[in-house]
């Protein structure tokens, strides 16, 4: 029996939308290894410089990087980074294996995380017209017990998406001009204040330029102002795993 079990699915679907799809192409992957449609690029770990917003998984919607830094985020217990109000980046490998399976137009990057024994892997496909999605995969043995936080995490380059509109199933809004995130007290720790949470979100649904709707079948997703830390941060969408469940513990579709 493999020792692989997906202790985490996280399925990410991107719905880049321009009226009702017309027109739209299904992505598939190129010989450099990106999702790509007339529309739409998915960058996956081609870029190794996080800090300067160029790393992780990276949407580029209308030739217009819209996205970056799709990632998992952990904070251990007890750690050197507990004053900080951000779970960390799982340190990045540099060019990491990309294995790709051309008939399905599918992309795996392998990841590990030495320090508690993490390994897992990524996987990004596409879906009908320019949808994808990301499913995360963990090996066992899986020790939870020194994590206080895991994540996945996505920011939004603030200049395209400052007031225009973000549509949760729970409530609107408009991404503020300037930075508006509260930080809050949570188990003890510093955090930022969410602008919105919800298990569905669309943002800028007035400008087909970057309309983008992602959907959570799993925990809530929190839309963040990250500006509250650094002027050089950005919007991001974070959604928390539930590290009680063995199975779907995030899942975004």
Not at 170 to 192: A, M, Q
């Amino acid at each position: 029996m493999s020792a692989l079990k997906r202790l985490v699915i996280l399925s990410l679907w991107c719905a880049i939308t321009s009226g009702f799809h017309t027109g739209y192409s299904q992505m598939a992957v190129t010989e450099t290894e990106y999702l790509h449609s007339p529309q739409v690029s998915v960058l996956v770990y081609h870029n190794s410089y996080p800090v300067g917003k160029q790393g992780g998984i990276e949407i580029i919607l209308h030739d217009k990087r819209i996205a970056t830094n799709g990632d998992l985020h952990l904070q251990l217990k007890q750690s050197d980074r507990e004053s900080e109000i951000m779970a960390q980046p799982i340190p990045p490998i540099e060019n990491p294996e990309r294995i790709v399976d051309r008939g399905s137009n599918r992309i795996k990057v392998l990841y590990s995380h030495e320090e508690i024994d993490l390994r897992y892997h990524l996987v990004i496909q596409p879906l009908e017209n320019s949808d994808f999605e990301i499913i995360v995969n963990f090996e066992e043995p899986f020790d939870t017990s020194s994590i206080d936080e895991l994540s996945f995490q996505m920011e939004f380059y603030p200049e395209y998406y400052k007031g225009k509109s973000y549509i949760t199933n729970r409530i609107s809004g408009v991404f503020p001009h300037i930075l508006t995130s509260d930080v809050k007290e949570k188990n003890g720790s510093s955090v930022l204040s969410a602008l919105a949470s919800g298990r569905k979100m669309i943002f800028a649904e007035e400008s087909p330029e970057f309309n983008i709707s992602i959907e959570s079948r799993g925990n809530p997703m929190e839309l963040i102002d990250r500006r509250q830390v650094a002027l050089r941060e950005w919007f991001a969408i974070k959604v928390d795993a539930d590290l009680s469940k063995a199975r779907n513990s995030i899942h975004l579709v």
